[in-house]
């Protein structure tokens, strides 16, 4: 009888050794998921700041009235295509340091007073 309580409360021991060693790993899954979540939440906030900015910049009243004044649109073709590449491959690393609203006046898109002002924009609709 005496053998028998001993076994049992060894076998109920790992049992719980057992038991606690799932629970820790599962947190621990839990707890890397929940940290790829906030990062990809970081991301995404970039990401609406950046095309908020790039909005602000494309809809502001000095561009529109640019383009009233400029030629009428007219479809692109692949010669004007690659020109356009070309110079935003030039500015790259400005889009890799996180706006591409400055890839697109280094590019020479856009000019500095109204990338300023659709920055500006951006951080006041936040």
Do not use: C, H
Request: proline share 2%.
């Amino acid at each position: 009888m005496k053998n028998s309580l001993i076994l049992l409360a060894v076998v109920l021991t790992v049992a719980a050794f057992a038991g606690m060693m799932r629970i820790k790993t599962d947190v621990q899954t839990m707890d890397r998921q929940r940290l790829q979540l906030v990062r990809e939440r970081a991301e995404l906030r970039e990401t609406k700041r950046v095309l908020e900015a790039e909005w602000a910049l494309l809809a502001s009243p000095n561009r529109m009235e640019r383009v009233v004044k400029g030629e009428p649109y007219r479809t692109a073709t692949a010669l004007d295509v690659i020109p356009l590449a070309e110079a935003l491959e030039v500015s790259a690393t400005a889009a890799v340091a996180g706006s591409a609203v400055m890839a697109a006046v280094q590019a020479g898109l856009v000019s500095v007073t109204e990338a300023s002002t659709a920055e500006a924009a951006a951080t006041s609709a936040e």
